[in-house]
């Protein structure tokens, strides 16, 4: 069974600039979840879906981080534009429906410069 | 908002030594996971236990519910063992700081 895949591993941008994450969950797992792992912290939930609908974003900053998971699948973060503070690895997990096992991809390293 | 504490926060150990690593959390909790990160970032499934006891080779994990703690043990530690081990609780998956393991050769 495929894991949960990120992508880019690894993005440099300069402040002010737009990036982009994916993230393609496990096949049949409702829930996804986004994270931000600042280095030396645990992870910080910035997201959850339940298929295609928001159930938790109070810590994402919207006014310059975005989340959609359009269909109930696949799941795009957007941050625009970018801080020094957002360096950070974004992970992002899946889990068969919320209340059960959560998978983690392999994460995305973002260093803004 | 449900508090998670993890500790210690760091923890050496020689090769081959025991350990136990505590979870606590301030509610009672329905869902509950250990995970290992290792040095490269990936989060690694250890436990799903939100209740009880479950073990898997050298690692083991008890969860007791109504006194709001989660253990997990190392017996025999390998070096392959070091990085950073988080418990996240309940289904939104607030995560402790975690407990740095440093296994010395």
Known sequence: EAGVAQSPRYKIIEKRQSVAFWCNPISGH??????????????????????????????????????????????????????????????CASSLQGRTEAFFGQGTRLTVV | GIQVEQSPPDLILQEGANSTLRCNFSDSVNNLQWFHQNPWGQLINLFYIPSGTKQNGRLSATTVATERYSLLYISSSQTTDSGVYFCAVEWFMRFGAGTRLTVKP
């Open chain 1, 30 to 91: 409702a829930t996804l979840y986004w994270y931000q792992q600042i280095l030396g912290q645990g992870p910080k939930l910035l997201i959850q879906f339940q298929n295609n609908g928001v159930v938790d974003d109070s810590q994402l900053p919207k006014d310059r981080f975005s989340a959609e998971r359009l269909k109930g699948v696949d799941s795009t973060l957007k941050i625009q534009p970018a801080k020094l503070e957002d360096s950070a690895v974004y992970l």
